[in-house]
C-alpha cells in the first residue's frame, strides 16, 4: 500500500466550478502538507504549504488538512481554464532530510 | 525564495552514451537538493537526495549515479544509457523549509 493516495482522475469540469482535489496518507509521522500544481512538459511549482490542521486560504485555492482522518484537500474556487494541470500532493516527516512523499497527481481540465 | 535551473531541456541519446545533467541553486545556501523522475502520467520517483556537499543518497538502485561537488550545484550522470532510463527528470531544492522547489525539468529520450 502506498503511504500517500491521490484520487486519481482525470477530472473535466466547466469554467467557473468548484474543484475538489483530494488525497490520503497511512503515516501520522507526516507533518507538513504541500499542493503542487504541473503544466504539461513543466516542472511543478507550489501553491500551497500547510503545517497544521484546518484549513489555509489562498485568493481561489484553499487547502484543507485533516490529520485525524489522514486527508487533505485543494479546493479551487471559480475555476478556470488556466488551471488546467496536473495536481500533485505531496508531504513530509518532521526530520527526514526534507524528503516529501507524492501523489500521482490528479489532471485537471476546465473547459470554457 | 529559491530557484532550480537545469539543462538541457531536452535530450536524445542513444543506448549506451554517457549522460550528464546539471542542476544549480540560486537564492539560498546549504540546501537539500534532490534528483526525481517521472513518468509519463505518473508520480515523482525520488533517485538520489544531498544534504551538503559530497553527501549522496540514493533511493532507488539502478543505472544512475550523482554527486555535488559544490554547495549549489547537483549532477545527475550515467556511464552507459538504458532504454528504460528515458523519462523526465527533475531537480528540487529545499532550504530552511520542508517545501521543494524545482526546476524546469529535462526529457530524456534513449533510443
Known amino acids: 500500500q502506498k ?30 502538507f504541500m499542493w503542487y500544481r504541473q503544466y504539461s512538459r513543466k516542472g511543478p511549482e507550489l501553491l500551497m504549504y500547510t503545517y497544521s490542521s484546518g484549513n489555509k486560504e489562498d485568493g481561489r485555492f484553499t487547502a484543507q488538512v485533516d490529520k485525524s482522518s489522514k486527508y487533505i484537500s485543494l479546493f479551487i474556487r471559480d475555476s478556470q481554464p488556466s488551471d488546467s494541470a496536473t495536481y500533485l500532493c505531496a508531504m513530509t516527516r518532521n526530520t527526514n532530510a526534507g524528503k516529501s512523499t507524492f501523489g500521482d497527481g490528479t489532471t485537471l481540465t476546465v473547459k470554457p | 525564495s529559491q530557484t532550480i535551473h537545469q539543462w538541457p531541456a531536452t535530450l536524445v541519446q542513444p543506448v549506451g552514451s554517457p549522460l550528464s545533467l546539471e542542476c544549480t541553486v540560486e537564492g539560498t545556501s546549504n540546501p537539500n537538493l534532490y534528483w526525481y523522475r517521472q513518468a509519463a502520467g505518473r508520480g515523482l520517483q525520488l533517485l538520489f537526495y544531498s544534504v551538503g556537499i559530497g553527501q549522496i543518497s540514493s533511493e532507488v538502485p539502478q543505472n544512475l549515479s550523482a554527486s555535488r561537488p559544490q554547495d549549489r550545484q547537483f549532477i545527475l550522470s550515467s556511464k552507459k544509457l538504458l532504454l528504460s532510463d528515458s523519462g523526465f527528470y527533475l531537480c528540487a531544492g529545499s532550504g530552511g523549509t520542508d517545501t521543494q522547489y524545482f526546476g524546469p525539468g529535462t526529457r530524456l529520450t534513449v533510443l
Request: hydrophobic content about 30%; glycine content about 6%.
Open chain 1, 3 to 32: 503511504e500517500v493516495e491521490q484520487d486519481p482522475g482525470p477530472l473535466s469540469v466547466p469554467e467557473g466550478a468548484i474543484v475538489s482535489l483530494n488525497c490520503t496518507y497511512s503515516n501520522s509521522a507526516f507533518q507538513y
